[in-house]
């Protein structure tokens, strides 16, 4: 079974600074799906980014983007130029494709903006 | 137009009691998904629908649990003689489905979730 972890509880950073939110996880497939999905307090779960693991280019999305390290099985999300609309739950995402098996998530990282 | 609704927004219910949470998902998606989330087991897959289909319901977490799906439209999640730990977020998504260039192209967009509470 695939596993996905996100070894930061927890993670703080100054309005306007850059973070990492780091992400591993564990499959013996060679074409699948990462997702970073954004939930604040109102709980919808807001796509933020989608990795395919065919593609080499990582992907990025405005101030967001990734470092998708296949041979690591690493898919880190960096946050540029902080914003406090940034704050929430941020959880990482496996997706094997096909759509039968749904997604596999982190536990998550809470993500606080400092003023 | 509009993403994933899910009714009711908050469930308190009576333990034993049954309780039906609805999905609409978004126009045009055949694929719908069904998460829980709760504090102990963070968020679970539960099942998926390809129109009216459900080709597997063993992530279901147990026989009291059942869903549907009608009209490749709207779903139903049915939690019968509720118990305490079924407390938890229950979330929808709906997808589009499909490949474009051999590749697998879904991304699931999710509803805002119904909070369960089981008293």
């Known amino acids: 079974a695939q596993t996905v972890t996100q070894s930061q509880p927890e993670m703080s950073v100054q309005e306007a600074e850059t973070v990492t939110l780091s992400c591993t996880y564990d499959?013996?497939?060679?074409?699948?799906?990462l997702f970073w999905y954004k939930q604040p307090p109102s709980r919808q779960m807001i796509l933020v980014i989608r990795?395919?693991?065919?593609?080499?280019q990582n992907a990025t999305e405005n101030r967001f983007s990734v470092n998708f390290q296949k041979a690591a099985k690493s898919f880190s999300l960096k946050i540029s130029d902080s914003q406090l609309g940034d704050a929430a739950m941020y959880f990482c995402?496996?997706?094997?494709?096909?759509?039968?098996?749904?997604?596999?998530f982190g536990k998550g990282t809470h993500l606080i903006i400092q003023p | 137009g509009a993403g994933v609704s899910q009714s009711p927004s908050n469930k308190v219910t009576e333990k034993g009691k049954d309780v039906e949470l609805r999905c609409d998902p978004i126009?045009?998606?055949?694929?719908l998904y069904w998460y829980r989330q709760s504090l102990g087991q963070g968020l679970e897959f539960l099942i998926y629908?390809?129109?009216?289909?459900?080709?597997?319901k063993s992530g279901l977490p147990s026989d009291r649990f059942s869903a549907e799906r009608t009209g490749g439209s709207v779903s139903t999640l049915t939690i019968q003689r509720t118990q305490q730990e079924d407390s938890a977020v229950y979330l929808c998504?709906?997808?589009?489905?499909?490949?474009?260039?051999?590749?697998?192209?879904?991304?699931?967009?999710f509803g805002p979730g119904t909070r369960l509470t089981v008293l």
């Open positions: 998504a709906s997808s589009l489905g499909g490949l474009a260039g051999g590749h697998y192209t879904d991304t699931q967009y």
């Open positions: 499959t013996s497939e060679s074409d699948y799906y």
């Open positions: 990795q395919e693991a065919y593609k080499q």
């Open positions: 995402a496996y997706d094997p494709g096909g759509g039968a098996d749904g997604l596999t």
């Open positions: 126009s045009g998606h055949t694929a």
């Open positions: 629908f390809q129109g009216n289909s459900a080709p597997d």
